[in-house]
């Protein structure tokens, strides 16, 4: 139980924020920890994904009656869920309990008359609610609680950060109000289903999935929306149960290369989606790109989709990625962390550059969480040693194989704390040999580097790749200093924390503090020391053993 002198130095809505989190929650510590998925990943993907087919988006009235909205669409058959939610107007999110509620409602919806301008009849599951009478119904209107889409202000996240009770608690906070929502997570699904439906036009079989943050349990509330059209589905059940001596086979265009044949169904999707993809805006298509791609802005939802083709293998990594994230409760909460230590920080950018990306960030902390002792992670490798026939998967070449049943892999016995575990995930990567060694999840251990970027970090499945190829020496240069730094101000802090009262920004929130890349000091007890002699220091103290009871008691 969070002791109520916290909450009562804590600034009035915060606290009342928090304390109407622990009356809802039951249990406030344990609240990002209940959320860890432990289903398997297929299972979820295939869950949601029927799920979202019973679902429907209505733009609204920006005031409606929520109990006769819900009566009308009841006609069509029983509601299992609905949400609302603000993004330029009023939208609700409604899942029926039954698909053919869906077809009922389609079949009583008209396409609008425009005046001058003249629509394209395309009959999506994205619709235009209007009311009859307005006049008549306003007394009845009143304003609809709508679920929140996007992460916390940075204000509201340093004042939560610094009510909290320890290093540990700033980390589980952190994950709690960044992490996507249940509503988040359906919007999402939701948004590929609806794109399915147009690519469904060309292939009807299709599938349209996401992959990425969006589904791997480290997204970020705001964060992308990385999708696939999967057409693998397509024949695969009807191809192989035909006898006799007779095998058919369907006329198709034949290209030169699979790269074209995705170059080319990308480039007709994203034609439609352009041309009469209801709420699709923005759309660019990136074909030349060394994964080709459709970019566009989907506005209901707001979310800025990347729609891919033939990706099973990033599919492949975000199942890998989520196993990790299911194993242990720290991992999400460390990865969040630096995440979001390292946006803070400018060390990644929604632009694309010589930035590192998330991806690797997670890697880095996979691999670094491997490397303790005991680990608190196991190898690729080991979970390779875990498959059984049913889990075996090559694409396109390369063995994709690990394990896919979380049940089977046993839990670490490690049990050092976050507060530990960030200190020290900046220690390791502010001394790692960079300009030798290469990160490799699959081993669990460095290799020498095959290549000379800067920073290498193998692609977990096509081995040759290095998926940080694009960071540039300077980027990394500005890396290594911020994990020193950080790491100095965390070892400072645990001899020295301001007390709560004083509403000094300490542990999580002062590594957050923009400060470092202006050359101000991020703690502001004393001046800062250059990068190379915070290392010497770091060294000196951890020679002499020092700070071992702090470092570990936590807090
Ligand atoms: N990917 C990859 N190799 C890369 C970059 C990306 O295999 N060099 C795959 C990963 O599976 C990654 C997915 O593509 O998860 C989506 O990439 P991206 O959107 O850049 O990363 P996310 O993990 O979705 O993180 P973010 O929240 O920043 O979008
Ligand atoms: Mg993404």
């Known amino acids: 139980q969070r002791p109520l002198r916290r909450l009562l130095s804590c600034p009035g809505t915060v606290a009342a924020d928090l304390r109407r989190e622990e009356q809802s929650s039951g249990n406030a510590e344990t609240g990002s920890e209940d959320r860890t998925p432990k289903k398997r990943f297929s299972e979820v993907q295939n869950e949601r994904r029927e799920q979202a087919q019973r679902t429907v988006l209505i733009h609204c009235p920006n005031k409606i009656n929520e109990k006769k909205f819900l009566k009308f669409l009841s006609q069509h058959g029983p509601i299992n869920t609905h949400f609302f939610y603000e993004s330029f107007g009023l939208y609700a999110v409604v899942e029926f309990c039954q698909k053919e509620s869906v077809t009922s409602l389609q079949n009583i919806t008209r396409t609008p008359s425009l005046g001058p301008e003249a629509a394209i009849p395309f009959k999506s599951r994205y619709f235009n609610l209007k009311l009859r009478n307005s006049v008549n119904q306003t007394s009845e209107l009143s304003s609809i609680q709508c679920s929140n889409q996007s992460s916390p202000s940075s204000k509201k996240l340093y004042q939560l950060l610094c009510c909290a009770e320890s290093v540990d608690d700033q980390l589980n906070t952190l994950l709690r109000e960044f992490q996507l929502t249940e509503e988040n997570t359906r919007l999402r699904y939701l948004t590929c289903s609806l794109i399915e439906d147009v690519a469904a036009a060309y292939f009807p079989d299709c599938a349209v999935r996401p992959f990425g943050s969006s589904v791997n349990s480290f997204g970020k509330l705001g964060c992308d929306l990385d999708m696939f059209l999967d057409l693998d589905e397509i024949g695969k059940f009807t191809a192989q149960k035909t006898s006799g001596n007779f095998l058919m086979e369907f006329q198709v265009k034949n290209v030169p290369s699979e790269r074209v044949a995705t170059q080319k169904i990308l480039s007709v999707i994203g034609e439609c989606l352009d041309q009469f993809g209801p709420g699709c805006v923005g759309v660019q298509r990136i074909l030349n790109a060394r994964c080709p791609l459709v970019r566009f802005s989907h506005q209901a939802s707001g979310f800025q989709c990347d729609l891919t083709a033939n990706n099973r293998i990033a599919l492949k990594s975000s199942e890998l990625l989520y196993m990790y994230g299911a ?73 994709c194989t690990f394990v896919r049943d979380l049940n089977r892999i046993k839990p670490s016995g490690n049990t050092e704390t976050l507060e530990l575990l960030l200190k020290e995930f900046f220690e390791y990567f502010g001394n790692f040999a960079f300009n030798k060694n290469s990160i490799n999840i699959r081993q669990g251990r460095e290799q020498n580097k095959p290549e000379s970027s800067p920073l290498h970090i193998q692609n977990p499945f096509e081995t040759s790749l290095n998926i940080s190829k694009n960071v540039s020496q300077s980027q990394l240069q500005k890396f290594v200093d911020l994990a020193r730094e950080s790491a100095w101000i965390l070892h400072q802090e645990g001899k020295d924390r301001p007390s709560p009262s004083s509403n000094q920004p300490w542990g999580l929130a002062a590594l957050l503090l923009p400060s470092v890349t202006n050359n101000v000091p991020l703690s502001k007890k004393k001046k800062k020391p250059a990068s190379e002699r915070i290392k010497n220091l770091l060294d000196s103290i951890k020679s002499s053993g020092a700070e071992n009871s702090i470092a570990t008691n936590g807090r």
Request: contains cysteine; positive net charge; proline residues 5%.
């Open 327 to 399: 194993l242990d409760s720290r991992v999400r909460a460390l990865v969040f962390s630096v995440r979001c230590w390292a946006r803070a920080h400018s060390l990644t950018s929604s632009i694309p550059g010589a930035w590192i990306t998330n991806f690797s960030l997670t890697m880095m902390v996979i691999f670094f969480l491997q490397r303790r002792s005991p680990p608190i992670l196991p190898t690729l490798d080991y979970l390779k040693t875990l498959a059984d026939a049913e889990d075996k998967c090559i694409i396109e070449g390369h063995n």
